[in-house]
């Protein structure tokens, strides 16, 4: 398998501009997905990786070779695609020995290959029929076996799950998972608008906005420890609340007094010099716990939408604000109308200025 690395890479359409100085090291084993909004370069990022787009600037190296000028079938690259791209007239098996006899592979050696890949994804007894008489979820399987038979030295998936519906996308995200425990060593770049497939699949996840790099990072770290506030209300659903006051007291905890008439004290330390200061208070929905006495927030319950296990409350924030939104355990459709009291332990509160986060000074 192999280690990529991304310097200063960019990406542009004449005077458009579409990806700019993107640094990034891959190791090998790494599962690394690319997220972000619509029109972020993810895909374009990843088909400069396959060799699909030129790159206009920086350089990609794979194990210490640069290969900017370097054709795609040279790189030991294998790519999964959106649609399953299977020729319709051939086989399973057809579809997987394609390339290996293309490369003038022997039938012994495309036999075990396609045998190998066949067995990891469950697609022995369907390697004599045709795609049509396959399910979505099986053909995104072809897809994928046609990659491993190839045995390259990275795997890149452009959004593998975006045509299936909702059960077949779980099924086919856990099924990608065990894969990749039984691929400990290959190296895996997945692109996705889809937090859930994010959050569960990747080693790192690589924040996509304004045209370079927001943020890298465990999904843990992106989600409990957000550099910016573009992260923070990007990863989770609802997004983070962000609730705007001026810094009152500093020390190793900060007190945030709110323009809404509440209090935040969280874990971050500042200085003398920041009091005074006009941030930003982040405090995700499921973070916010019912308050008796003092309170971070205090707001009209406008709607509930009980999911079951949980309840979403939004808020009209006393004042006029709106957009509050937190997450309560169980069932409170009695809420709607009321006025109530949330708090946050100093833990779970975030606090940014000019939307950086002040953990990260």
């Known amino acids: 398998m192999a280690d990529l690395k991304l310097t200063s890479v960019a990406?542009?359409?004449g005077a458009v501009e579409v990806l700019k100085d993107i640094n990034l090291d891959i190791k090998t084993g790494e599962l690394i997905v690319f997220v972000g909004p619509s029109g972020c370069g993810k895909s374009t990022l990843l088909r400069m990786i396959a060799g699909l787009e030129k790159i206009s600037g920086g350089t990609l190296e794979i194990d210490?070779?640069?290969?900017?000028?370097?054709?795609?079938?040279?790189?030991?690259?294998?790519?999964?695609?959106?649609?399953?791209?299977?020729?319709?007239?051939?086989?399973?098996?057809?579809?997987m020995a394609f390339a290996l006899k293309l490369a003038k592979k022997s039938a012994a050696e495309i036999d075990a290959a396609i045998k190998r890949a066949a067995d990891k994804l469950q697609l022995t007894e369907y390697l004599?029929?045709?795609?049509?008489a396959l399910s979505g979820g099986q053909r995104q399987r072809v897809a994928i076996g046609r990659s491993i038979v190839r045995d390259p030295k990275v795997y890149l998936f452009d959004e593998p799950l975006s045509n299936l519906d909702a059960a077949l996308r779980v099924a086919t995200r856990i099924e990608i998972a065990q894969l990749k425990e039984q691929m400990p060593e290959s190296t895996m770049i997945y692109v996705t608008h889809d937090q859930v497939e994010a959050m569960t699949l990747a080693s790192r996840i690589v924040v996509l906005a304004d045209k370079g790099i927001a943020q890298v990072g465990t999904p843990l770290q992106l989600y409990e420890r957000p550099e910016n506030e573009f992260v923070a209300q990007f990863i989770g659903s609802p997004a983070m609340n962000?609730?705007?006051?001026?810094?009152?007291?500093?020390?190793?905890?900060?007190?945030v007094t709110l323009d809404g008439g509440g209090t935040a004290i969280a874990a971050?330390?500042?200085t003398d010099a920041d009091k005074g200061l006009r941030v930003n208070v982040g405090v995700r929905p499921e973070d916010l716990v019912a308050a008796t006495d003092a309170f971070l927030f205090e707001g009209v319950v406008n709607f509930t939408e009980a999911l079951g296990e949980v309840t979403l409350l939004y808020f009209e924030k006393q004042g006029g604000d709106g957009g509050v939104i937190g997450k309560l355990p169980g069932v409170h459709a009695d809420l709607r109308g009321k006025t109530i009291k949330l708090t946050a332990t100093p833990e779970k509160v975030q606090v940014f200025h000019n939307g950086q986060s002040l953990h990260y000074r």
């Open 64 to 95: 210490g070779a640069v290969v900017n000028n370097v054709p795609p079938s040279e790189r030991g690259i294998a790519m999964v695609f959106q649609s399953y791209a299977l020729y319709p007239h051939m086989t399973v098996r057809d579809n």
């Open 11 to 13: 990406k542009t359409y």
């Open 128 to 132: 004599d029929r045709l795609p049509k």
């Open 268 to 270: 971050v330390a500042t």
């Open 242 to 255: 962000l609730l705007s006051g001026e810094i009152t007291e500093t020390g190793a905890q900060t007190t």
